[in-house]
């Protein structure tokens, strides 16, 4: 016998309608294609996913999952708190870091290399310094990627 619902209870689905309601959230009572648990709600932009899982103190817990930071692996949440979730202001995402060799390659054989070697490089040229070459070749004989010298 299956412990997991088969069913959202309506009455779950009407506590959901109205927190989310309540919040400005539109929401369609419509079931997501190909399953009996889960609703899809969409809010600036991002979508969520809302599966119901249980009953919990007269509340239904719901799985909440969407694109955003801290709810990509779906965290539970009481139908009261879906609405908060989904309206709570989203951090800004942090700058990218500026690059202070553009002109140095990023890896070697598919190894990082490191921020001193890059600063060693000189992009006019296209030429390392003595001690970014023996890092180089450091790489690649660990990778077992010498060029064949062997006399033919």
Do not use: N
């Amino acid at each position: 016998m299956s412990v997991l619902p088969r069913s959202i209870p309506a009455k779950y689905t009407e506590q959901l309608r109205a927190a989310l309601t309540a919040a400005g959230v539109a929401f369609e009572p419509t079931v997501k294609e190909g399953t009996r648990l889960t609703y899809d709600v969409v809010h600036q932009g991002v979508t969520w996913e809302l599966r119901y899982t249980d009953p919990a103190g007269g509340l239904g817990l719901w799985k909440t999952t969407a694109p955003v930071p801290g709810y990509d692996w779906g965290p539970g949440r009481l139908t009261d708190e879906v609405a908060d979730a989904i309206t709570a202001p989203r951090p800004e995402p942090e700058p990218l870091p500026v690059d202070l060799y553009p002109g140095a390659p990023r890896t070697h054989l598919g190894i990082r290399v490191p921020e001193f070697v890059r600063a060693e490089y000189d992009p006019r040229t296209g030429r390392w310094s003595e001690r970014a070459r023996w890092w180089r070749l450091g790489v690649t004989t660990t990778c077992g990627e010498l060029p064949d010298t062997r006399p033919r």
